[in-house]
């Protein structure tokens, strides 16, 4: 059973920075997509960011300019600089993987950012 453990959340001033960092446990496997979904209070989740085995990465217009996802192998993290209250929310780490004809995807629990002075 893969299980991702999220780590680098936390409390931040407006403008500040966090870096998320993402890490599977008991995978035999490597991801093909790998990501950032955030879900606001009463809101649902969405993508931040993603990116794949080569390197291409997708970004939610909110985080453009802003965010910066990376990977190395199958850990992935997020870098959130100039960040705003509106990011504030839990951020959950996506895994993707393409097997047996369809795609399987793997969650973190979460780890809560809140963005406030």
């Known amino acids: 059973q893969v299980q991702l453990v999220e780590s680098g959340g936390g409390l931040v001033q407006p403008g500040g920075s966090l870096r998320l960092s993402c890490a599977p446990s008991?995978?035999?496997?490597?991801?093909?997509?790998m990501g950032w979904y955030r879900q606001g209070s009463g809101k649902q989740r969405d993508l931040v960011a993603n990116?794949?085995?080569?390197?291409n990465t997708n970004y939610a217009d909110s985080a453009k300019g802003r965010f910066t996802v990376s990977r190395e192998k199958n850990t992935v993290y997020l870098q959130m600089n100039s960040l705003k209250p509106e990011d504030t929310g839990v951020y959950y780490c996506?895994?993707?993987?393409?097997?047996?004809?369809?795609?399987?995807?793997?969650w973190g629990q979460g780890t809560q950012v809140t963005v406030s002075s």
């Open positions: 990116i794949d085995r080569g390197g």
């Open positions: 008991g995978s035999i496997f490597s991801f093909d997509v």
């Open positions: 996506n895994a993707r993987t393409f097997r047996i004809g369809m795609w399987e995807d793997f």
